[in-house]
């Protein structure tokens, strides 16, 4: 007999939407995926997207709701605002804004901001995944690939600092805008991470980072010459790229040796590969199951256990 939902949980980014209902364990009972996220949600109105993904799934009339991403951005449902660091993991739900217009109890969680003159920096959606790795105590490095890639630590139940590394839409733009497009082809590929090419960029920047802008270049000046086959092309870019970013995250943490590595399909094996190659050890945890977690605790802490909003 299937338990009854007590909570949807709802992962909005600014091109995908995810929404589950959730029971009292915190288990999937319901999933829809859309790509009705932050940038198409508004024109038909966030409350409405968000009501007829809940109706699709039978919720319950008066089901509470706890949103995470970019519905809480400015330009998103209602802005959630942002934490400064360092910001406790156990406070974030608290700190949660009532989405206005809302047919039920809604509630969107907030980023947060390292205020460094130096350094600035600003998550949102990413702090969910960190609230649910069950990280405990001491403390933590944690890495979250994708287009704009988090590299965070974590003190003691406390996000102390982090910084983003633009790899992902770095590899989009240099792949589709640059030079590199007529290298790379229409579909570029970056193939398995165990591909000979990727691990032989990826080595090249964990040792010599500062070559990253002339090693570009070298991907079309191989394709011309004919030592970079065309096949290899998108697979030495990713290597590149990445190599550089773990080399970065290394460099501004040379205490780290142990990371743990939130994400999920290609993502978390194309990272895993390279963190390994980097002499680090990787503790892997699912990006799906550590979002929906999050989002679990924050709304057990909000309407489940007869915390105020």
């Known amino acids: 007999m299937t338990s009854p939902a007590v909570l949807a949980a709802v992962d909005w980014g600014t091109s995908n939407l995810r929404v589950w209902l959730l029971d009292a364990a915190g288990d999937v009972i319901a999933e829809r995926k859309s790509g009705e996220g932050m940038s198409s949600a508004g024109a038909k109105g966030f409350a409405n997207v968000l009501e007829e993904h809940l109706a699709a799934m039978s919720a319950p009339e008066g089901l509470p709701a706890i949103v995470c991403g970019m519905a809480g951005a400015r330009q998103g449902w209602v802005e959630a605002g942002y934490l400064d660091l360092p910001a406790r993991i156990s406070d974030f739900a608290k700190a ?22 130096a350094h600035p920096d600003v998550m949102r959606g990413e702090e969910t995944q960190i ?44 792949a589709s805008q640059s030079i590199l497009r007529h290298s790379l082809g229409d579909a570029p590929d970056a193939g398995a991470p165990t591909a000979a090419a990727f691990k032989t960029a990826l080595e090249e920047m964990l040792a010599h980072p500062e070559r990253l802008t002339s090693a570009l270049f070298a991907i079309r000046a191989g394709g011309l010459l004919g030592n970079v086959p065309a096949g290899d092309a998108a697979a030495t870019l990713s290597g590149l790229l990445i190599g550089a970013e773990i080399a970065g995250a290394v460099s501004a943490s040379p205490g780290m040796h142990v990371v743990t590595l939130v994400a999920s399909g290609g993502m978390a094996k194309r990272y895993a590969a390279a963190l390994a190659t980097a002499g680090l050890l990787v503790n892997l945890v699912d990006a799906d199951a550590a979002v929906r977690k999050g989002l679990f605790e924050a709304g057990r802490r909000l309407y489940l256990s007869g915390a105020s909003a």
Do not use: N, Y
């Not at 009532?98 to 109890?105: E, L, M, Q």
């Not at 105590?137 to 983003?164: I, L, N, Q």
């Open 131 to 174: 609230a649910g790795a069950d990280l405990g105590g001491g403390t933590h490095f944690v890495c979250m690939p994708g287009t704009h890639s988090k590299w965070v630590r974590v003190e003691d139940g406390a996000v102390a600092s982090f910084h983003t590394a633009m790899t992902g839409e770095l590899f989009h733009v240099l």
């Open 96 to 117: 949660a804004t009532p989405a206005p217009g809302a047919r039920r109890a809604v509630h969107i969680l907030p980023g947060l901001a390292q205020r460094s003159a």
